[in-house]
C-alpha cells in the first residue's frame, strides 16, 4: 500500500514579508531535503501584520511569490500546501470590499502546487474568526481584513482523497462534512495561525476529533511565538493519525514535524471500527 513521508512546519512570521518568504522557502527546502513528499506551511506566513496592510501585502495571479512558490515545488519535486497568503485581484480598479476604516480587504487563501510547479488547487478560507475579551472587546475580527470564501475543496491527488481547511474552519464539523459528502477523506489540511489562548486548550483536542470522525489522517500547521505585542500563536504543528492519535508535533518552537503516512492504516482503522460504512446517508 502507498506510503508517503510528510511535514508540516511552524513558523513565527511578522510584518516583514521578504524575510517571512525566505523564511519560509528555508523551512520547505529543509523539509524536502528529509525526504518529504508533501509540505505544508502555516497559514498567513508571509506577513502576520495589521489589516490595514493586508491588501499592500497580498498576491495576485503570478505574483512574484506565487511564482517562487512554484518554483521550489518544482525545485524539490515537492506538493506543496503553501499555508494561506492575502489574494486580491491584479487591478484594484473599483475595488468594493473595504472595512468600515475605508482599508481593502483581500481572501485569505491556500494555493496546492504539484511537484512539476504546477497549480493544483486554490482554497479560500470559509470561516472568519472572531474572539472577544471577558469585557466584549474584539481581541481578533478577520472580517475586518478578510473576505469569506464560498467553495468548499476537496479533490484527488496521488492516490488520496483531500480535503482542504484553514484554520477557524477546524471548529465546524459540518463543513468536514461537506468535504466528506461525495467520497471519505483520506487526509485533511489545516494550516493555521491558532492563538496561544485559544491553542492550548482546542488546538489538539480540534485536530484529534477531526481525524477520529473521518477516520482520516490531519495535517496541521500552524503559527508560533510572538508575531507583535499582544499577538502570540500556540505552535505545535502537527500529524494526526486515522485512530486519533498524535504521531508528530513540533512543539512551542519553530520546527517541522515529520511522519510516514500509509493507506493501510486508513484501512485497518475502517475495517476494526466501520464508522464510515455505518453512516446513515438516508437520514443525514
Not at 109 to 126: H, N, Q
Request: charge should be neutral; proline fraction near 4%; hydrophobic fraction near 40%.
Amino acid at each position: 500500500m502507498k506510503e508517503l513521508l510528510v511535514a508540516t512546519i511552524s513558523m513565527c512570521s511578522g510584518d516583514d514579508k521578504s524575510k517571512n518568504v525566505d523564511v519560509a522557502l528555508s523551512k520547505v527546502r529543509e523539509a524536502a531535503k528529509l525526504g518529504a513528499k508533501w509540505v505544508l506551511l502555516p497559514e498567513i506566513f508571509s506577513y502576520h501584520g495589521p489589516y490595514h496592510s493586508l491588501h499592500d501585502a497580498a498576491e495576485y495571479p503570478d505574483s512574484p511569490l506565487l511564482q517562487s512558490l512554484s518554483g521550489v515545488a518544482r525545485e524539490t519535486k515537492i506538493t506543496l500546501f503553501a499555508g494561506s497568503v492575502g489574494e486580491r485581484p491584479r487591478e484594484s480598479t473599483g475595488y468594493e470590499a473595504l472595512n468600515a476604516k475605508g482599508d481593502k480587504k483581500v481572501h485569505n487563501t491556500m494555493f496546492v502546487f504539484g511537484p512539476d510547479g504546477s497549480l493544483l488547487e486554490r482554497y479560500r478560507k470559509t470561516h472568519l474568526f472572531n474572539l472577544l475579551d471577558g469585557e466584549g472587546k474584539a481581541l481578533y475580527c478577520e472580517s475586518e481584513g478578510f473576505i469569506p470564501g464560498h467553495r468548499a475543496v476537496a479533490f484527488e491527488h496521488d492516490g488520496w482523497r483531500v480535503g482542504l481547511a484553514i484554520c477557524y474552519d477546524l471548529r465546524f464539523p459540518e463543513f468536514f462534512g461537506l468535504l466528506a459528502k461525495s467520497q471519505a477523506l483520506d487526509i485533511i489540511v489545516i494550516p493555521s495561525a491558532f492563538t496561544e489562548g485559544t491553542g492550548k486548550d482546542h488546538w489538539e483536542v480540534l485536530l484529534r476529533a477531526r481525524a477520529i470522525e473521518h477516520q482520516c489522517y490531519v495535517l496541521a500547521s500552524n503559527q508560533c511565538g510572538e508575531h507583535r505585542p499582544g499577538k502570540r500563536s500556540y505552535g505545535h504543528s502537527m500529524i494526526i493519525d486515522p485512530w486519533g492519535c498524535k504521531i508528530a508535533d513540533t512543539g512551542d518552537d519553530a520546527g517541522i514535524a515529520l511522519a510516514v503516512i500509509g493507506q493501510d492504516s486508513l484501512q485497518k482503522v475502517r475495517a476494526r471500527l466501520p464508522a464510515l460504512a455505518n453512516k446513515r446517508r438516508d437520514l443525514y
